[in-house]
């Protein structure tokens, strides 16, 4: 099954504790994007990339890093997570076309 | 500032109404897709406009995306309540994804 998978789902954690947050997509897609959904601001763009070792900078990239290793994985890393980060986050694939594959979402919440 | 506008933010009706959802902006696209949510999953992708004009139907679900691709909407028939859920509209613009805020929409059977 075509698939953007993410993983935890859930992780709440302190503050200024380093976490990774994984991402995976089985559809050989170039084009990999992290989002956060937050309440009436919608989805913001945090990272992308365009390729492997092919990343930039989105909307909201503060307190953020990615790596693009791999094709199919694209993890987001939180080096000092801060309470502004708790947030919905969404990791997202697609081809050449402007069509997003979401994976199911992991909430964070950072005390 | 929102590149993307969407209205109403959150729209509560009955089983049976028709709605519509309307994206807007300043900026021209050079398409625009809807996607709807429901909680706890990501964004599911509906549809995608490309051209000016351009009519799509999904069922009881119709979008148009405005003749100067400045716009969308995205108008519901006969709604259901399986048609709750979060709706967002999102513009392709100089490679990047532009996602508008959502309408929350709920169906009371």
């Known amino acids: 099954e075509a698939q953007v998978t993410q993983n935890p789902r859930y992780l709440i954690t302190v503050t200024g504790k380093k976490l990774t947050v994984t991402c995976s997509q089985n559809m050989n897609h170039e084009y990999m994007s992290w989002y956060r959904q937050d309440p009436g601001l919608g989805l913001r763009q945090i990272y992308y990339?365009?390729?492997?070792?092919?990343?930039d900078k989105g909307d909201v990239p503060e307190g953020y890093k990615v790596s693009r290793k791999e094709k199919r994985n694209f993890p987001l890393i939180l080096e000092s997570p801060s309470p502004n980060q708790t947030s919905l986050y969404f990791c997202?694939?697609?081809?050449?076309?402007?069509?997003?594959?979401f994976g199911p979402g992991t909430r964070l919440t950072v005390t | 500032t929102q590149l993307l506008e969407q209205s109403p933010q959150f729209l509560s009706i009955q089983e049976g109404e028709n709605l519509t959802v309307y994206c807007n902006s300043s900026s021209v696209f050079s398409s625009l897709q809807w996607y709807r949510q429901e909680p706890g999953e990501g964004p599911v992708l509906l549809v995608t406009?490309?051209?000016?004009?351009e009519v799509k139907k999904l069922k009881r679900l119709t979008f148009q995306f405005g003749d100067a691709r400045k716009d969308s909407s995205l108008h519901i028939t006969a709604a259901q309540p399986g048609d709750t859920g979060l709706y967002l509209c999102a513009g392709a613009k100089g490679g990047k994804l532009i996602f508008g805020q959502g309408t929350e929409l709920s169906v009371k059977p």
């Open positions: 990339s365009m390729n492997v070792e092919v990343t």
């Open positions: 997202a694939s697609r081809p050449s076309s402007y069509e997003q594959y």
């Open positions: 406009v490309v051209t000016g004009g």
